[in-house]
């Protein structure tokens, strides 16, 4: 009942905080159902069912069974539900007696209207108050029916939820497909409005659950069946597996607007970013958040080399350019990695930091400026041209992106488990004891920061070509953040899990964009979440997903003996 | 010092040899004129209670700690001063104190690892067979992560990883400690076990009297002193040694 309590109050505020900020209003105007509910409402829905969820869910200590909840459930999920219904309920009796706006200019006459439901404020209440707990307990029932209905049902709402979400995208990519298909390029059965129509709502809810359902309840067997094929034929599916995704990826720009191959670009030049610095942070513990530094030194180099207007005043051929490129960046890295050899975690971080500042100091600096042209940056990045392509237009560009990933990728796959990425991570977990095993500190090191500068000046060359231009106001701090960001939400040392962290964390704000104001709050509450609920990232790899859910009694027992010393980054 | 006595073992040129090195952190002197020799196919212990500079002795030996005088002779060569690379790649290695496994990597990852600096993979492979017949235990748990080992199959893991760098010289820091005493025995077993084979140990060890039963001879070090040096044999039957180290009352 405590817990009840405090749930209630927890979900009272936020469905008090989205009113006020004014997301309920302005979402009001964005269709979940055409005609049946709107985005604004559908918050609503959500805490209580959620608040009612929580409440309900069975808690255990660990290695205990967990005890399947009972009918009381239901009645603590009303009242957390309720509780929060109260509050929003006195909260628009409050917004009405009493004129808010001076403070909180969101809370206007027409969004005190739609709270209380076209009645009177007092009415709100109530009408609060038994809507919430009938939805707590309807979610605290979720919890009562068995696992394999729970989990599809609750995957069809989010499904729902999604796709209708995703409508201005979806919307304009459906129809290009269909026409593709050879059918009528009509979506009006499945959005109308601004989102899913109700037939459409209906067909997402139902083939949603379907699958999902048919998933858990024979996916078992599937699963069991490629456990038995051998070694062999398991790397076969796998590769083909990933295959088909290339394929796909690979036909992609086909089916999209100008504008999201653009988004896709720009993903990828993140994920080349990060695969780079997965190798310095992931696989040799080495917290580096001065990575911009070798994005600003790829794309300087190569607007120096290419472009007519930088100041060498000569230009050279984009084969000879890339090479180049990579090299200098390379010796750049070891050049960066020397002095820090013998700093540690939050050490070596600050002094990293420290290093991409002055990368950008030093190209906006007036003794740069006559070589690196200062603030203004070099303009004039001519595009290479392959066969008459021009690598320029989104597209083309790419697909020399999508190519680079794969091979990067495949390089980084290969790393992990070469004798290299063994040393790496024995360095990362102590690196006293892997030094009297005999691993070269020092030539890892700087082997990891070399192969994480050229890594990163790859795409420093690519964002070159694709802007046309350099300025060394694109090298900012920020970038260096974001890259460890998506590293980290996609799970340490893991390369799925940085390509899915930077499609979250990239390109997931370019399309909110749609939620204007809002855009980085909703994307917040999406990364808050996301780390409570999988600390260990997205994709983790085998070893981090070890380290935070298998056997954390025992976890407990034996490190006190390990873990002195280890040069692993406390971000997480 | 007190007399000590020839055994048979000492025979030739000492195979790792420590004269007159004194060790410092920073202002503290941790070694003081400390004067060893350990000869091929021996054991040698090194007691003494905590913070005598026993853990400091093998720093300084494998150059994680740089001696500020004195010499270091491997094989006869002078190898203070050296990176500890280049010294554990003369077959010099270290089971560490508390073990200090790669805890998040699996048993065959830290025993690979030991390997680190050999080239011959089938060489490797084969001294993989090798410790996982020694430590039959470590192949029921050879791809799990070596932090969900218990205590003793920790301690194993830590020696196997050791042996895999097929050592002719195996430094052990307190392969004890921690340990429940039917571990230690089973330990120190397999110490000797190892030792028959050829290899020379030297062995920094708090719990004196089982140290001493399997030791050809032992220092004792007294903050970064030796005080007493001996054969094992003699001083299991010192008074002082009995009273100060062994626990028992004379």
């Known amino acids: ?303 120096l080399f290419v472009s007519e207007r930088s100041s060498l005043g000569w230009t050279l051929p984009y084969w000879q350019v890339v090479p180049l490129t990579i090299v200098i960046a390379t010796v750049i890295g070891i050049m960066i990695g020397g002095p820090v050899l013998r700093l540690r975690g939050d050490y070596l971080a600050i002094v990293t930091l420290g290093f991409g500042e002055i990368a950008r100091v030093i190209v906006q600096s007036d003794w740069a400026s006559p070589t690196l042209g200062g603030a203004q940056g070099i303009l004039g990045v001519t595009a290479p041209e392959v066969f008459g392509v021009d690598l320029r237009e989104p597209r083309n560009l790419y697909y020399v992106i999508l190519i680079s990933v794969i091979l990067v990728a495949f390089i980084s796959w290969r790393l992990s488990r070469s004798r290299v990425g063994r040393a790496w991570n024995a360095m990362r977990e102590d690196e006293q004891v892997a030094e009297a095993m005999g691993v070269s500190i020092i030539g890892y090191k700087l082997l990891a920061f070399g192969t994480g500068a050229a890594l990163g000046s790859l795409s420093g060359m690519f964002f070159a070509i694709k802007l046309g231009s350099v300025f060394p106001s694109s090298f900012n701090l920020l970038v260096s953040i974001n890259v460890l960001a998506l590293i980290i939400l996609g799970g340490m040392g893991s390369i799925p899990g940085v390509i899915v962290g930077a499609f979250v964390l990239v390109g997931l704000p370019e399309l909110l964009r749609e939620f204007g104001e809002f855009r980085l709050l909703i994307f917040g509450i999406v990364l808050v979440s996301l780390m409570l609920l999988k600390p260990e990232g997205l994709i983790p790899s085998r070893r981090r997903k070890m380290e935070l859910h298998a056997d954390e009694l025992e976890e407990e027992q034996y490190d006190d003996s390990a873990g002195q010393g280890g040069a692993e980054p406390v971000v997480t | ?86 010294i554990v790649a003369q077959k010099v290695t270290m089971v560490p104190e508390n073990r200090r496994l790669f805890t998040r990597m699996t048993t065959r990852e830290n025993l690979e690892i030991g390997a680190e600096l050999r080239d011959d993979k089938d060489g490797i492979e084969k001294d993989l067979q090798k410790v996982l017949e020694i430590f039959p235990r470590l192949e029921e748990r050879i791809n799990q992560r070596a932090g969900t080992l218990s205590g003793g199959e920790q301690q194993m893991l830590a020696m196997g990883r050791a042996l895999m760098a097929r050592p002719e010289v195996l430094l052990m820091d307190e392969p004890s400690m921690g340990l429940a005493p039917i571990l230690v025995e089973q330990v120190f077993k397999t110490i000797k076990e190892i030792n028959d084979q050829g290899t020379t140990v030297f062995l920094v060890e708090q719990n004196a009297h089982m140290a001493l039963e399997i030791a050809d001879r032992a220092y004792v070090l007294q903050t970064g002193n030796i005080v007493l040096s001996d054969s094992a044999e003699k001083l299991l039957n010192d008074p002082k040694m009995q009273e100060a180290y062994l626990g028992e009352v004379t």
């Open chain 1, 1 to 303: 009942m405590k817990l009840a309590t405090k749930i209630g109050l927890i979900a009272g505020v936020v469905s008090i905080y989205f009113p006020v900020v004014g997301i309920t209003e302005r979402f009001d105007d964005r269709t979940i159902i055409d005609g049946v509910l709107t985005l604004g409402s559908t918050i609503f829905l959500v805490i209580a069912l959620a608040a009612g969820y929580v409440v309900a869910k069975p808690r255990h200590l660990p290695g205990e069974e967990p005890e399947p909840p009972g009918p009381s459930a239901l009645l603590y999920g009303a009242v957390a539900s309720g509780i929060a219904g109260v509050m929003a309920g006195l909260f628009v009796l409050l917004a009405d007696s009493v004129d808010l706006r001076t403070v909180l200019i969101s809370v206007t006459g027409t969004l005190i209207e739609r709270l209380s439901f076209g009645g009177s404020a007092g009415s709100a209440v109530v009408i609060m108050a038994v809507g919430g707990a009938a939805l707590g307990a309807l979610g605290a029932g979720l919890q009562l029916i068995s696992q394999s209905i729970r989990r599809p049902l609750v995957i069809a709402l989010g499904a729902a939820l999604l796709i209708s979400l995703t409508e201005p995208l979806l919307n304009a990519v459906i129809p290009e497909v269909l026409s593709k298909l050879g059918l009528k390029d009509d979506t009006s059965w499945l959005y109308t409005g601004g989102g899913l129509s109700v037939t459409g709502a209906i067909l997402v809810l139902v083939l949603t659950f379907v699958g999902v359902f048919a998933w858990t309840s024979r996916g078992e067997r599937v699963r069991q069946a490629y456990a038995g094929r051998s070694n062999r034929d398991r790397r076969l599916i796998k590769g083909g597996a990933l295959l088909l995704l290339a394929l796909f990826m690979a036909y992609l720009p086909q089916i999209l607007t100008s504008f999201l191959s653009e988004i896709l670009g720009t993903v990828g030049l993140y994920i080349l970013l990060g695969l780079g610095l997965n190798i310095v942070v992931g696989y040799a513990g080495l917290l580096d958040l001065g990575y911009v530094a070798f994005l600003a030194v790829g794309s300087y180099s190569t607007a």
């Open chain 2, 1 to 86: 010092m007190s007399g000590s006595e020839q055994t048979p073992k000492q025979t030739g040129e000492p195979i790792l040899k420590l004269v007159g090195v004194d060790s410092y952190y920073g202002p503290i002197r941790a070694l003081e004129d400390v004067n060893i020799e350990v000869y091929q196919g021996e054991i040698v212990c090194l007691l003494g209670s905590n913070a005598a500079g026993k853990t400091t002795t093998l720093k300084t030996i494998l150059g994680m700690v740089k001696p500020r005088s004195g010499e270091i002779y491997l094989r006869g060569n002078r190898i203070d001063g050296k990176k500890t690379t280049e």
